[in-house]
Every structure is written in structure tokens, then in C-alpha cells.
């Protein structure tokens, strides 16, 4: 499959539709959202209260029936502060509405031991773009337990059913630093940080003091049954959320996925939801227990419906496809989330409440061993391997991914660790060769000569060019490599494999450590499947071809080379000689060392007749190498018909500008003439006129101010973030952020009816026209 027919592979694949329908339902519900809902959230919080207060009552009665239904009484108005509350007001369900009050997202006080910044951090900014995305969903499941076969297995997950039964014991007064943890991996804090630990120390200390101090002590002489009461209401109420909280993404038929990068759709997105999402059917027993109790000890002249104590729980799947309706609106449009699912042939994931039991714990036993999905519930399939187990084991006692990704069985198109081959220097050492095994699931992916990856590398800040130098980075960088062979010339004579070539870069800390220490066997990142840009790679170079490199420029020059070599030998029934090509290439090198490919250059011009002239700008001892400088003179004298030519230019962007312009006076139409450049263009900035916009940073917390000339990049960097950068011209999609609000100018620009903004931006290139949040 080639990268113009892409959009049939799995990244990609999906119904269309669905987000349009989606959104449609959404905005008939958001604007149905009004007063009864408002009025409907004030009469829960009214019963709340109701509940609470009989719960104080019924401890200072005392006895055995009264400790029974104030535990009771716990449990449920802890499931009820956390579900119809405020989980979904701080989603910022009533937000929008006059008259809000307490129910606005920032000014809620919610009763639940949480710092609402952390669960905000944690669960709007990590949990809800991401959902079961492994490596980026840090939601609960994802953190300490291992609830699905897709996800890394680590040591303690051998004992995890004695560690959620520890938790269990301590669960109030635990849940705010289980929370504060699972913030600081999506906020990227350490643990012992006044961020992750101050908070959650004050919240469990204070939740200590009054269900076990002062309450015992209001009880009069009864304290330790108040003790027991709230000690059991509290963990029955806690893990009651635990668990609901658990089966909504983990267990059963529900989907783990691979990071899908930037280039998500939103049909994607709505259909990851759906898929790696459940809703539960309450049990009608439990429920009819609780409403006994309810009914006999809280006497209440508008008693809600049960279902408030499940609120956004049980319609989870709406909650995913729309966060900020509140559970109310849910449960309201729920058939018509269902018919929707049911139209596009997606699954709508209801499971009755008490057969989740069993499920969960033969999940979590099952998965305290290090199965993955092809060998859950099929053990014997891993101990064949015992090699593989084995290297599980040691990587997870020793807390480390394995890059080969063993447990999730789909392949992965973004952020992909590829086992390196081989690694052989070339030109004098200058260089360095470096082939790639292809990924698992890419068996259908193909590309073009001229086609190019992205590496993602550790470190960086070289300084230079791409597509085989450097380019300017961070603390994490992406360079560019051409890919030396298309890929049926790598399935032919590579064994499938990718292959690039990295020259060696003065100052360049990325390719002086490619160079010097990638060995075989090691691992790289490659940031997606082959990409292309502009009109330079192709399938056929044309009858008659010029191809112009500059140094390491010959890395997309090659495949083009092998590719027309390749064409020419299938000329021929027998495929031994063909029709020889009519192509010629220019290759210039600073010196007789730095010359890339000189063997293959030349065999290729021996065997398939290619032209070939290698210049050098110092003097060499080589009566086989020219040394003289590239003009129009020079073109005219080798190349007379340099015109009449389809023209490939790969070199240093002012070599490329220059080239131009000879062939342009020499006669050459301006669609012969194909380039790819080291350097980025210069963007296209627009004049300053006095406009002044504020950046916002959310996860940092900071905000710059800049004019609309300069890049969103530009803006992080003046805040001291670091973003991954690449190849600066909005190609490589290593910086590609979410815009959380405002507009940049590529939208602005798009006038066309109903144009949707862009939720992701390539901040490289992005220019503000309005103040713009962004998730950084």
C-alpha cells in the first residue's frame, strides 16, 4: 500500500459520519440543558444534605440497627457526591446556565476527598482525550492496576488483588495521593513534590479529623460505634466509586488502543470512545435494599430518582461522547447515543452490575501474570516461548517497557520503537547506514523514492538541516531521514527492512550520537509511517531525468536512481538488461571523503547506464572525480538538454534556489523542476499591526504575551517549555499540540461555512489571531 492510498490502513480506518451525528446530537442537547436541570442538581445536593444529616443522627442513637444504616447511609451519599455531583460538575455541566451559583466547575465545593485540581489535571487533561490509549491514559485503571490484557506488566501487578485489598483498608484517606499520583504522570511532576503530596495531606487529614475525632466525639458517650460506622461507610463508599470507575474502560469486550498521534479524526475519536467504553445495568435487588433504606430512614418530600447515585456511571458511554452534559441530559438521550452506535455497526456496551463482579475478579487474578492479549486465557501459547516469558519477567521486575510492545495486539503508527538491523559506517565514517525492521502491522505499508521518516530522539539541540542532518530541537527532538530505498526495492533486496542514512553533522549532538553509538539490536523511534512532501517523491522519475544532490542529499536521490535502474531491468522479458535510461545525475561533495553511495552510484551507471558526474569543491587526487563548482555553465557542458529534463534537486536550500534559477533561464518550465531542502522555508508572517495576543499555558500554569508574527512555538519557548521539534514546517507532526481555545490564522483563513477548528495545532507554523490556550 502506498502513502497516497494510506487512508485504507487501520490508523485510518472507520466509519465516516459518526462525528457529525455526534456533534448534532450534541448541540440539540446542550441547548436543551436549562433550568429543570438546574433545578434538578439543587434538589439532589437538598437530599444529599438529608442524607448526611440522618447519618449524624442515627450515630448519636447508637445501637446496632442504627450503626447499620448510617454505614449504609455513607456509603451511598459518598457514591452520590462523587457521581451526579461533582464528577459531572466540575466537567462544568451548569457552567453555561444563568444562575448558576456553587454549580459553576470553579466554584463547587465538592465533599469528596479529591484536590479538583489534580482530578482535573488527571482526568479532563489525561483521562478523557486519551481513553485506554496505553502509555497516555493514566486514569485509575492504569496507574497501580492492571485491568487489561493490552497493558504492560510490572512486578507488583503479581500481588495486585492484595494491594487493591490494602488500599481497600485505607481508601478515604488514600484516595487523594492515588489521585495526586496519577496527576503527576499526566503533569509530568515527581512524586515527592509539594504539587503531588501537600494537598492530599491536607485533605486526608482533614476527612481523619472529622470522621474520627470529632464526630466520635459529638456522639456522646457511643464512640467507638461511630468510629466503626464511619471507618466501614467510608472505604464501602470509596471502593463502591473504585470499582464502578473500574469497569468502565477495563475488563471483558472493551478496546485497548495504540497512541493514534495527530492525525486522529474526530470519526476516530468518537469511535475510540464508544468501543473503550461501558455503561452498567443496575441491579434491581441492590436497588430496591438501598430505596428501603432511604425510604425508611430520610424522609423527603422530592425524593430523586436511584439513579442519581450512579450519575454518569451508568450512561458512561454518553459521558465520554459528551463530558460536560450533565447526567441528567445523559440519561435522556441514551436510546439515541444507542441507535447511533447500532447505525454505524459499533458496540454499545451495556453490562448488568453484578455479573461485573465475577468479571473484574477473574480479570484482575488472571492478569497479575504477564499475558497479553493474544495469550489470555490461552497460557500454553506463552510457555512455548519460554524466551519471551522470560524476557517479560525481567523487564517487568525491573519496571521497564519492552519496545517491542508484547501485550497489545494491534500495531502501532505512532511513536513506534523499531529494532535497529544494522548500523554500518560509510563515506570514511562521515556517515552512517542504518537499516530498520519494519514494524509489526506494517506489512501493507508502502512509500515512494523520495519518501521520508521521523525519528524522535532523546536530547538534541544540533544545529543544520534534515532529511539526514539536524535540525533545531529541545529537550526531545525529531529529525528527518530519507528512506534510501521505496519500498519494493527494500522488500526486493532489503528483506523489508527501512533504510536511512545519517550523515555525521559538526556540533550535532543527534547525529554524532547516532553515529558514534547506534549499534544493532538497539531501538529507535520512528513518530509515523513514511511520509512525503510536496511533488518530490515518485512512483517514475520520468522518460528523461536530472537528478542534482548536494552531500547528504543523495539519501531520496539513490531511491530514485534504484528505482529508474530497477524499471529498466523489467524492460526485458528476461529482466537481465532492459532498456537502458536516459538519467544523469550531478553529485557534489565538500572532498573524495564525504562521497555517500560511491560504489552503488557507480555500479548503478555500469549496469543500468545511468550518467554519472561526482564533483568535489577541494582538490583531489582522483582522476575519476571533477573538482569544480555547480552553474549554469557546468549544466550547459554535461547536461545540454538540462531544460527538456524532469529535474530532482535534494541540497542545501540556497544550492536549490540557485539551481532554479539556471534552469529557469536555460528554458526549464517550473513544473520540471522538483526539490526537496535541508532547511525550512520561512513562514509567511503576517505585518505587525499592533494586535497583541495572551498565550496560555494550562498544564505549566503560564502565560506570554506575543503579536500575531509570532509562532506558538516561539510563544512555549519564551514560557521555558520545551516542545519536540522537527522539521519546523508543520510536516513531521512532532509538535503538534492541543489547542484547548482561540483561533490561529489557518483557520481564520478558511472562511468556508461551517469549517470546524482545529483541535491540534503544529505549533511550528501556527499564528495567533486571537488570545489561544493551549495543552502545555
Known amino acids: 500500500m502506498t502513502l497516497a492510498a494510506l487512508a485504507g490502513t487501520a490508523q485510518s480506518a472507520g466509519p465516516t459520519g459518526l462525528a457529525d451525528e455526534i456533534r448534532a446530537l450534541y448541540a440539540r442537547a446542550k441547548a436543551a440543558v436549562g433550568e429543570d436541570d438546574l433545578a434538578h442538581i439543587r434538589n439532589v445536593t437538598a437530599y444529599g444534605r438529608a442524607i448526611d ?32 455531583l461533582g464528577h459531572n460538575i466540575v466537567h462544568g455541566s451548569y457552567d453555561h446556565l444563568p444562575g448558576n451559583g456553587d454549580y459553576h466547575s470553579d466554584r463547587y465545593e465538592w465533599d469528596f476527598n479529591v484536590d479538583v485540581d489534580h482530578w482535573k489535571t488527571m482526568h479532563h487533561v489525561g483521562h478523557h482525550p486519551n481513553t485506554n490509549i496505553v502509555g497516555k491514559d493514566h486514569d485509575l485503571g492504569y496507574s497501580i492496576f492492571r485491568g487489561s490484557a493490552g497493558q504492560d506488566w510490572y512486578g507488583h501487578h503479581l500481588g495486585q488483588v492484595a494491594l487493591i485489598s490494602a488500599l481497600a483498608a485505607a481508601a478515604p484517606a488514600a484516595a487523594p495521593f492515588f489521585l495526586a499520583n496519577i496527576a503527576r504522570k499526566v503533569s509530568g511532576d515527581p512524586f515527592f513534590s509539594a504539587y503531588t503530596l501537600r494537598s492530599p495531606a491536607r485533605i486526608a487529614g482533614r476527612d481523619l479529623r472529622r470522621r474520627f475525632i470529632d464526630e466520635p466525639f459529638r456522639s456522646g458517650w ?84 436511584l439513579r442519581i447515585f450512579y450519575g454518569g456511571l451508568d450512561t458512561h458511554v454518553e459521558h465520554h461522547l459528551f ?46 501474570v504477564p499475558f497479553g492479549e493474544r495469550e489470555f486465557g490461552r497460557p500454553s501459547t506463552l510457555l512455548r516461548d519460554p524466551a519471551s516469558l522470560v524476557r ?91 528512506l534510501v530505498r521505496d519500498s ?27 553515529n558514534d553509538s547506534l549499534r544493532a539490536g538497539d531501538h529507535v523511534t520512528l513518530v509515523g509511517v513514511p511520509q512525503s512532501s510536496g511533488d518530490f517523491p515518485t512512483p517514475s522519475p520520468g522518460a528523461k531525468s536530472l537528478h542534482i544532490a548536494g552531500g547528504v542529499g543523495i539519501t531520496p536521490i539513490i531511491s530514485l536512481l534504484r528505482r529508474i535502474a530497477r524499471d529498466a531491468r523489467r524492460g526485458q522479458p528476461d529482466g537481465a538488461t532492459g532498456t537502458r535510461p536516459d538519467a544523469t545525475l550531478l553529485y557534489v561533495n565538500r572532498d573524495d571523503r564525504s562521497i555517500i553511495f560511491e560504489s552503488e552510484l557507480r555500479e548503478l551507471a555500469r549496469d543500468s547506464g545511468i550518467t554519472l558526474h561526482l564533483f568535489t569543491d577541494a582538490p583531489s587526487a582522483r582522476e575519476d572525480l571533477s573538482t569544480c563548482r555547480l552553474g549554469p555553465e557546468l549544466l550547459q557542458r554535461v547536461v545540454p538538454d538540462a ?80 516542545v519536540p521539534t522537527g522539521c519546523q514546517r508543520g510536516l513531521c507532526k512532532a509538535c503538534v499540540t492541543p489547542k484547548l481555545s482561540g483561533t490561529i490564522r489557518a483557520e481564520a483563513a478558511d472562511r468556508a461555512p461551517g469549517a470546524v477548528a482545529q483541535e491540534r495545532v503544529t505549533v511550528c507554523t501556527a499564528l495567533a489571531c486571537s488570545d489561544v490556550e493551549l495543552d502545555l
Not at 447515543?337 to 477473574?362: D, F, M, Q
Not at 544550492?655 to 525550512?680: C, K, N, V, Y
Open 643 to 722: 531544460a527538456d529534463r524532469e529535474t530532482y534537486v535534494c541540497a542545501p536550500a540556497a544550492l536549490i534556489d540557485l539551481t532554479r534559477g539556471w534552469l529557469r533561464d536555460l528554458g526549464q518550465p517550473a513544473g520540471r523542476f522538483h526539490a526537496e531542502s535541508f532547511t525550512a522555508p520561512e513562514l509567511d508572517r503576517p505585518d505587525d499591526d499592533g494586535s497583541r495576543y495572551t498565550v496560555r499555558f494550562r498544564r505549566t500554569g503560564t502565560a506570554v504575551e506575543i503579536d500575531g508574527a509570532t509562532t506558538l512555538l516561539e510563544a512555549a519557548g519564551r514560557a521555558g517549555i520545551a
Open 488 to 514: 519494493s526495492d527494500a522488500e526486493a533486496d532489503a528483506g523489508g527492512a527501512m533504510e536511512i542514512c545519517v550523515k555525521r553533522v559538526e556540533g550535532g549532538r543527534v547525529s554524532t550520537r547516532l
Open 222 to 305: 457511643k464512640p467507638l460505634p461511630t468510629l466503626l460506622a464511619n471507618y466501614s461507610g467510608g472505604v464501602t463508599g470509596y471502593m463502591a466509586v473504585l470499582f464502578l470507575v473500574f469497569i468502565e474502560h477495563h475488563a471483558g469486550e472493551l478496546e485497548l488502543f495504540t497512541d493514534p498521534g495527530p492525525d486522529e479524526t474526530a470519526d476516530q475519536y468518537y469511535e475510540r470512545q464508544i468501543r473503550a467504553t461501558r455503561n452498567f445495568l443496575p441491579s434491581t435487588q441492590m436497588d430496591d435494599a438501598l430505596a428501603r433504606v432511604l425510604e425508611e430512614e430520610v424522609p423527603f418530600a422530592d425524593r430523586p430518582d
Open 53 to 84: 444529616a440522618r447519618r449524624r443522627e442515627l450515630l448519636r442513637e447508637g445501637g446496632p440497627r442504627a450503626i447499620r444504616r448510617a454505614t449504609a447511609l455513607e456509603m451511598m451519599y459518598r457514591l452520590m457526591q462523587f457521581s451526579e
Open 392 to 482: 517479560r519477567v525481567r523487564a517487568g521486575l525491573s519496571y521497564r517497557p519492552l519496545p517491542e510492545s508484547p501485550y497489545l495486539d494491534k500495531p502501532r503508527f505512532h511513536n513506534v520503537p523499531v529494532r535497529v538491523l544494522s548500523a554500518t559506517p560509510v563515506a570514511d565514517g562521515q556517515a552512517v547506514s542504518v537499516r530498520l525492521a519494519r514494524p509489526r502491522g506494517w506489512e501493507d505499508i508502502g512509500w515512494d523514492a523520495g519518501a521520508y521518516v521521523s525519528l524522535r530522539v532523546a536530547g538534541g539541540g544540533d544545529r543544520g538541516g534534515d532529511r539526514g542532518g539536524d535540525g533545531q530541537g529541545g529537550e526531545e527532538s525529531v529529525r528527518q531521514y530519507s
Open 323 to 368: 463530558p460536560d452534559l450533565p447526567p441528567s441530559m445523559q440519561r435522556r438521550i441514551a436510546p439515541e447515543v444507542r441507535a447511533i452506535a447500532a447505525k454505524y455497526g459499533l458496540p454499545y456496551h451495556e453490562t448488568p452490575l453484578l455479573e461485573t463482579v465475577p468479571l473484574i475478579a477473574k480479570t484482575l487474578t488472571g492478569l497479575s
